[in-house]
């Protein structure tokens, strides 16, 4: 038979017999492909359920791993502004810690494995907890809580019949951790003239190998999956679906499960037979439950978004509903998967060794100056080259120059004597061509940032917001409050011109906050608008009731620091 294939030696089809394994697997309920519930990241009831991909401990974290927390941690905020309670919000992450990858990074580094796990987990989640993503629970593949997941989800495959022993032939790829099929591969030719095959979408070293497992009967889920897919909005961006789609309609073979165990020790050993573990996507998979309370009752579930980079699209929108599909649970409402930053052209990665240290980038930047940089910069349909030295210019332009220029000019005591915002005069506004075309770019804005935020576009929603204070600036600029400061007649304009300023504020401040939620709080602080009008509701009161005031007409003026100190560029 053909090299590269999947070559399933069926034998005798050995199912796994449930008195070796112990618990029952629950029935498949009936709803597991429905959507009742809307697609694209809709919200249970009352509640919200976002997970990151959990993260290799092979090394540590560079800047591609926080751009996929901080989508997830940036649409976890937003929703919060539209009303979820922070505590009906599941918002998890974690790390991946076994199989062959690992156990191999700890031996290279001399290190027990447990306490090379330990450290490099620590070091993910301590950068989170600095770069204020805001998760509510981090999972570690190595605490019980999951090996008893994972232990229970396998146990349930086996009882559901979903699978079989057989004979895996075929190419691995050990850094991506995933077998390939004949199409997958290539052959490379390397530095040193020799050839070597590599998988064909990561590049990566592929090794051949031959060896009995237990396999999952993914092909039987083939027309399930394809109505899942088949919901509009259910991957985004649409192209990331129209990929899966394609992908299960030209082949989807059964999945290896489990590896033996003389070969992968670090990991979970398959309930009943201590000869093998099993694989480590499952056991990754399986994280989201663990975050849920575990298999079998799971609560919430399902998820309604899971974010992951394009590199594991296949894992995530073939083999995990697949699985949920074989244990009876509902599948994920939505996958938000997103494109790689990238360096000279290339994917940014451990085994490249291209990486951006998300600390230093920090140390350079503030870390909400890079996550700015991240969300702003980085496009989910897209890769996304890392900034370099325009970088530091962005920052200095829309941080410093643009959103904290408004700031200085609305506060600064020359233009502002009184420390008010002063009420909207809306006759007087009828009467300011460019400040009525500021007042009705401000009716539509937070329609238009919700819009994107919603899908995820955050870079979008970015500029949309910067392209109101922006013009915001340019109608300061026009009216020039300076000259109007120096005439008592000029009043009720500079008044005008300093109202519409802090509307503008006020709007980017709530806006930012899924952004930049240190800087955005700093600004509404400064600002004086109370908590209960950060809320995204509180933007589309405007001007509308223009006798009520959203702002505290007490605030001290005066920034004793600046909002976003402009960075020193050589
Ligand atoms: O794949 N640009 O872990 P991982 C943007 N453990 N995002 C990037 C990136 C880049 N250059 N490099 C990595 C795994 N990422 C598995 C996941 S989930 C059940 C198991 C992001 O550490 C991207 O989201 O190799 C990728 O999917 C994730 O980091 C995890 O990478």
């Given amino acids: 038979m053909a090299a590269g294939r999947w070559l399933l030696h069926h034998r005798v089809a050995r199912r796994l017999g449930s008195t070796a394994l112990g618990t029952r697997v629950p029935a498949r309920t009936a709803a597991s492909t429905s959507d009742e519930r809307g697609a694209g990241g809709s919200k249970g009831p009352g509640g919200f359920f976002i997970t990151t991909p959990i993260f290799y401990v092979n090394d540590r974290p560079h800047i591609g791993h926080l751009y996929s927390a901080l989508l997830a941690d940036a649409a976890c905020r937003f929703q919060q502004l539209q009303g979820v309670v922070r505590e009906h919000t599941l918002?998890?992450?974690?790390?991946?810690?076994?199989?062959?990858?690992?156990?191999?990074?700890?031996?290279?580094?001399?290190?027990?494995?447990?306490?090379?796990?330990?450290?490099?987990?620590?070091?993910?989640?301590?950068?989170?907890?600095?770069?204020?993503?805001?998760?509510?629970?981090?999972?570690?593949?190595?605490?019980?809580?999951?090996?008893?997941?994972?232990?229970?989800?396998?146990?349930?495959?086996?009882?559901?019949?979903?699978?079989?022993?057989?004979?895996y032939e075929g190419w691995y790829c050990l850094a991506d951790e995933a077998f390939l099929g004949e199409g997958q591969v290539r052959e490379e030719q390397l530095p040193s003239g020799q050839t070597a095959t590599v998988s064909a979408e990561s590049g990566r070293l592929v090794e051949w190998h031959s060896e009995d497992n237990y396999?999952?009967?993914?092909?039987?889920?083939?027309?399930?999956?394809?109505?899942?897919?088949?919901a509009e909005g259910r991957v985004r961006p649409r192209h990331f679906q129209h990929q899966l789609e394609q992908w299960v309609?030209?082949?989807?073979?059964?999945?290896?499960?489990?590896?033996?165990?003389?070969?992968?020790?670090?990991?979970?050993?398959?309930?009943?037979?201590?000869?093998?573990?099993?694989?480590?996507?499952?056991?990754?998979?399986?994280?989201?439950?663990?975050?849920?309370?575990?298999?079998?009752?799971?609560?919430?579930?399902?998820?309604?978004?899971?974010?992951?980079?394009?590199?594991?699209?296949?894992?995530h929108g073939l083999c995990w509903p697949a699985l949920l599909l074989a244990l009876g649970l509902e599948l994920p409402r939505a996958l938000l998967c997103h494109g790689?930053?990238?360096?000279?052209?290339?994917?940014?990665?451990?085994?490249l060794g291209n990486v951006v240290d998300p600390r230093q980038a920090a140390a350079q930047y503030t870390m909400g100056g890079l996550r700015y940089l991240l969300l702003r910069?980085?496009?989910?349909h897209a890769d996304s080259p890392w900034g370099g030295a325009v970088a530091g210019h962005l920052l200095n332009a829309e941080l410093a120059d643009t959103l904290g220029n408004l700031l200085n000019r609305c506060t600064a005591p020359a233009l502002n004597p009184k420390g008010c915002v002063p009420p909207l005069d809306v006759g007087l506004l009828e009467s300011s061509p460019c400040g009525l075309q500021l007042a009705k770019h401000l009716a539509t804005l937070p329609d238009t940032i919700a819009h994107h935020y919603a899908d995820f576009n955050f870079h979008h929603g970015i500029e949309a917001t910067m392209g109101a204070v922006r013009q915001a600036n340019a109608f300061v600029q026009e009216e020039q409050p300076w000259v109007l400061a120096k005439d008592p007649a000029s009043t009720p304009r500079l008044e005008l011109v300093l109202r519409l300023s802090f509307e503008v504020l006020r709007v980017a401040g709530v806006a930012l906050l899924p952004v930049v939620?240190?800087?955005?709080?700093?600004?509404?602080?400064?600002?004086?608008?109370?908590?209960?009008?950060r809320t995204w509701s509180s933007l589309s009161l405007g001007f509308t009731k223009p006798d009520q005031e959203y702002l505290s007409t007490s605030f001290t003026l005066g920034l004793r620091h600046k909002l976003f100190p402009k960075l020193k560029l050589q």
């Fill in 517 to 533: 939620p240190e800087l955005s709080t700093r600004l509404l602080d400064c600002l004086g608008v109370p908590p209960a009008l």
């Fill in 91 to 167: 918002f998890c992450t974690g790390t991946d810690e076994h199989g062959l990858k690992i156990q191999r990074s700890a031996e290279a580094g001399g290190c027990e494995v447990q306490a090379f796990c330990d450290a490099v987990s620590h070091d993910f989640r301590s950068l989170f907890v600095s770069a204020d993503v805001s998760f509510t629970d981090f999972v570690r593949t190595s605490e019980q809580r999951h090996c008893a997941t994972v232990h229970r989800v396998f146990q349930a495959l086996a009882d559901g019949g979903h699978l079989y022993q057989g004979r």
């Fill in 215 to 230: 396999m999952f009967r993914m092909s039987a889920f083939r027309d399930e999956l394809l109505c899942w897919l088949r």
């Fill in 340 to 351: 790689h930053w990238t360096i000279g052209g290339q994917k940014m990665s451990k085994s």
């Fill in 377 to 380: 910069g980085g496009a989910p």
């Fill in 249 to 315: 309609s030209e082949e989807l073979p059964d999945l290896s499960v489990s590896r033996p165990r003389e070969r992968v020790p670090w990991g979970v050993p398959v309930p009943g037979d201590e000869g093998h573990t099993i694989y480590v996507w499952v056991d990754a998979l399986a994280n989201y439950l663990t975050a849920a309370g575990g298999f079998p009752t799971p609560k919430p579930w399902p998820p309604d978004v899971h974010v992951l980079g394009k590199d594991i699209l296949r894992f």
